[in-house]
């Protein structure tokens, strides 16, 4: 990750949207990083959000290609149970979307709500206002807090 941050803006943004996909890492870790190094808090806010929401807006459409052939075949799930799954998405729809956030299971919201073809407009609004949500809290935590913190450990 240190690499990444050594890119700046271009390097938080690229960190922020691979972390969107199912590379397991911490975009929080590269928004706080980049405000510690002297990036603007809110352009830093902007371009976190902006690559995470495309990373997971990619998993969207990678769920999008899937078949349902191929999730049966090779992690043998019945149709049955992607039908019952199918039921539970459909009710929650693409307020799931601001879920995508979470870690691990995000990620499989993206995918899932592009696998069963979720409302792709909805999907973006609600992504967005997630990982806008996510990063403006973390934003705003450091703004507050962020430099009493690095006093204390004498960074």
Known sequence: MEGLLGLGLVGLFIGCFLAATVIPFSAEILLVGAMVA????ITTFCVATLGNSLGSLTSYGMGYL???????KYFHVSREKLEKQRGKI???????AMLCWLPFIGDVFAIGLGFYRINFPKCVIFIFLGKALRFGVWTVLYILYGQAFLDFFGL
């Open 66 to 72: 899937g078949k349902w052939e191929w999730i049966e």
């Open 38 to 41: 002297g990036c603007d808090p």
């Open 90 to 96: 459909n009710k929650y729809g693409p307020f799931m």
